[in-house]
């Protein structure tokens, strides 16, 4: 088995480089996804995919990206419990493409 996805999105903003507490570089973005259908009220939905860059990879989208544009991000769904226990999924990305 493979847990491979492959996204196509515009930054819904700016990424802002940030410091962790171990002193790693990092973005939060967000990644808008317009549904190639339109719903019953004939409107477009869209869907939001958060993420997390680090390093290398947040420094570069830090710099050449902003709101907007449009990202390809190659990575890994994974599994994760949030403070109130719940289980969610993230996407750890592996590759992006500017």
């Avoid at 847990?3 to 973005?27: A, C, F, H, M, W």
């Avoid at 709101?67 to 993230?90: F, M, S, V, W």
Wanted: aromatic letters at 8%; a negative charge; charged letters at 30%.
């Amino acid at each position: 088995m493979n847990n491979l996805v492959s996204i196509i999105g515009r930054l819904t903003k700016d990424p802002e480089l940030q410091t962790s507490e171990n002193d790693k570089s990092y973005s939060n973005i967000t990644l808008a996804i317009q549904r190639s259908y339109k719903n019953s009220e004939g409107i477009y939905e869209t869907d939001f995919i958060n993420t997390t860059l680090w390093e290398d990879q947040a420094k570069n989208a830090c710099e050449h990206c902003h709101k907007g544009d449009l990202l390809a991000i190659r990575g890994r769904l994974e599994n994760y419990k949030d403070k109130e226990d719940n289980t969610r999924l993230k996407l750890v990305p592996e590759k992006i493409a500017f």
